[in-house]
């Protein structure tokens, strides 16, 4: 009689056990639900396509509608950047471009160039976008070299 009496408690405590982890699953799966939708909206700014090259982008930012960027000098001779483009995958949005170079960064420095343009002006913006970042450049006696990457933050062009 004894034996009929233990055979009902353990399917009741089977039971009660599978509840209390049922419900612990359910809560961590609605928290980690939350979190993941507030985390996920958020824009990691970055540059790619730089590295190992002779213009190497160490950081960016907007000021006043113009792009800022601080270029380092990756190669074994003085650098002397000609052209600078930065636009989405449909057109060109801002350039500089001067004969006698935009700005000549030494062996190993850096230098902080700044890329405005008269129709355009970088604003904030909700969304993460991508944008192509491209260089003309001469270095030593090599001249009409170019390399080109992207960045990514969370801005976008507006019609000045």
């Known amino acids: 009689m004894k034996n009929l009496q233990f055979e009902k408690t353990k399917g009741q405590s089977a039971i009660e056990y599978l509840m209390t982890y049922g419900w612990m699953l359910l809560v961590v799966a609605i928290v980690g639900g ?19 090259t002779d213009v190497i982008v160490e950081d960016f930012g907007i000021s006043d509608g113009d792009l800022q960027l601080e270029v380092r000098n990756g190669g074994s001779n003085s650098l002397d950047i000609t052209r600078i483009t930065i636009g989405d995958t449909d057109e060109e949005h801002m350039e500089v471009e001067d004969e ?61």
């Open 34 to 52: 939350a979190i993941f939708a507030t985390v996920q909206g958020q824009c990691t700014q970055s540059t790619s396509g730089f590295t190992g």
């Open 100 to 160: 006698d170079g935009v700005e000549s960064v030494g062996v190993g420095n850096s230098e902080v160039i700044t890329v405005e343009a008269d129709d355009y002006e970088l604003v904030s913006s909700d969304g993460c976008n991508d944008f192509d970042l491209s260089f003309e450049y001469d270095q030593g006696q090599l001249e009409g070299q170019s390399t080109s990457g992207s960045l990514t933050d969370s801005i976008e062009f507006e019609d000045a």
